[in-house]
């Protein structure tokens, strides 16, 4: 689980505050989703939880395991970050899955570590790709190489940073069965999203964050009219089509 006590965070002491002083206890083994306009503070707080940013104010947990004072490697069995790709690597697609091991190496690879990688390469339909360079990818596969090294560490809890930004509908569907698939083995998933429909697919429990404070939490009923006019400034529709909630977009206010 992850329990977060008024976070706030500003990136240095002359700027404004991306994160106002939020609170969250994201459940286990349920999928999660933050909703929010760009620069409303999701990937921040991302950062924030994974520890890639250093906290200002308020504490982080991740299984009762202050995200300030853990060492990385203890951090990254509990908890697999897949942020929007935007990396440059000279590494191969394999060499990066294998990067989601690290945390159980001590100095080279086991047959248990390349047995899990070959089996996530088989998974993902990477095999021809497995000598190329990950830079060299277009942006799908690359995203799907970054999920892949996130399941690699086994961890209990998954951040999924827009995840579906770059995929075709194809891949698109995938991941999102692999998501609920993870579920289903009892892993908990905090997921940032831009389409609302696809977050009414997946998720269990929502947030809203705007100008880094959380508007609305709750349901798929806070997904409605009223919130997505004051969250976002757009006129939609929400039906119910054959049993399953549907955001139609109308236009910008």
Not at 30 to 57: D, R, V
């Amino acid at each position: 689980m992850i329990k977060i006590n008024n976070l706030s965070f500003k990136y240095n002491k002359n700027s404004n505050y991306i994160l106002k002083n939020v609170n969250l206890n994201i459940s286990d083994k349920k999928i999660s989703i933050i909703l929010g306009n760009n620069g409303a503070g999701k990937t921040t707080l991302f950062k924030c939880i994974s520890g890639i940013l250093p906290i200002n104010e308020g504490r982080v947990l991740v299984d009762g395991l202050n995200v300030s004072t853990t060492p990385n490697r203890i951090l990254s069995k509990k908890l697999a970050y897949v942020f929007q790709v935007n990396i440059e690597s000279n590494l191969t697609v394999y060499e990066t899955i294998l990067l989601g091991r690290n945390p159980y190496i001590n100095f080279y690879p086991t047959k248990k570590d390349h047995d899990i990688v070959s089996k996530l390469i088989n998974e993902f339909n990477l095999g021809e790709y497995i000598n190329y360079s990950f830079s060299s990818l277009s942006g799908g596969y690359q995203q799907k190489v970054m999920i892949a090294r996130a399941l690699a560490s086994n961890a209990e809890t998954f951040l999924f940073d827009e995840i579906s930004s770059n995929l075709d509908i194809s891949n698109k569907l995938f991941i999102f069965s692999l998501i609920k698939e993870l579920k289903s083995r009892g892993k908990s998933i905090f997921i940032a999203l831009h389409d609302l429909n696809d977050a009414l697919v997946l998720g269990d429990y929502f947030y809203m964050l705007k100008d880094g404070i959380i508007y609305k939490e709750g349901n798929k009923k806070i997904i409605n009219k009223k919130n997505i006019n004051e969250l976002y400034n757009i006129e939609v529709e929400v039906k119910n089509i054959e049993g399953v909630e549907h955001v139609i977009y109308k236009k910008n206010l």
